[in-house]
């Protein structure tokens, strides 16, 4: 039973454009989510957070947008660029645990 | 500083060995956790940890054993492992449950 969810294995984006990572979440107990961008053979790095309370959070060139009726976040990265080329998971947390999605894939393209 | 140190950071171990990862942070988290991840998986919650009690044991098997000794070491001990426990362990901390929680660089697991 995946708590959380992200469709999309892989996303390809041009350099500058905007790279839009989707996630959604099943359980209603989970008020705080996350995003996290991971190498491989590293642990997970955190990039941007928001509350159960807010729809939207926003730092540099990342924005974290959640729609809490519809059980959806998403992060939008703009403008793109190489180096934000990695895995990224979405995370959700609640009754003292962090879920995890099944990661996207993110390339950038020069 | 948002570090936690993670030691070994790769351990080749036989499957009569007991072994022991470490996990260390200073920012005076109170909440720490052990994951594990496969190959493309995400991180696997295992542990957790809330002022140095165990929370939450996500029904882990009994050859592998948390313990935290202090609010800034969190260790877990193997013994008996399978093959199949080959994995990228990772360690984490926040300041309290449901904050941010930040990540040590893992432990590469090779059990033969």
């Known amino acids: 039973d995946q708590q959380v969810k992200q469709n999309s294995p892989s996303l390809s984006v041009q350099e500058g454009r905007i790279s839009i990572l989707n996630c959604d979440y099943t359980?209603?107990?989970?008020?705080?989510f996350l995003w996290y961008k991971k190498y491989p053979a590293e642990g997970p790095t955190f990039l941007i957070s928001?509350?159960?309370?807010?729809d939207k959070n926003e730092d540099g060139r990342f924005t974290v947008f959640l729609n809490k009726s519809a059980k959806h976040l998403s992060l939008h990265i703009v403008p793109s660029q190489p180096g934000d080329s990695a895995v990224y998971f979405c995370?959700?947390?609640?009754?003292?645990?962090?879920?995890f999605g099944q990661g996207t894939e993110l390339s950038v393209k020069p | 500083d948002t570090e936690v140190t993670q030691t070994p950071k790769h351990l080749v171990m036989g499957m009569t060995n007991k072994k022991s990862l470490k996990c260390e942070q200073h920012?005076?988290?109170?909440?720490m956790y052990w994951y594990k991840q496969k190959a493309k998986k995400p991180p696997e919650l295992m542990f957790v940890?809330?002022?140095?009690?165990?929370?939450i044991n996500e029904s882990v098997p009994s050859r592998f054993s948390p313990e935290c000794p202090n609010s800034s070491l969190l260790n877990l001990h193997l013994h008996a492992l399978q093959p199949e426990d080959s994995a990228l362990y990772l360690c984490?901390?926040?300041?309290?449950?449901?904050?941010?929680?930040?990540f040590g660089q893992g432990t590469r697991l090779t059990v033969v």
């Open positions: 928001i509350s159960s309370i807010k």
């Open positions: 359980n209603s107990m989970f008020d705080y």
């Open positions: 920012m005076g988290h109170r909440a």
């Open positions: 940890y809330s002022y140095e009690k165990l929370s």
């Open positions: 984490a901390s926040s300041h309290r449950l449901n904050t941010e929680a930040f």
């Open positions: 995370a959700a947390s609640g009754g003292g645990k962090l879920i």
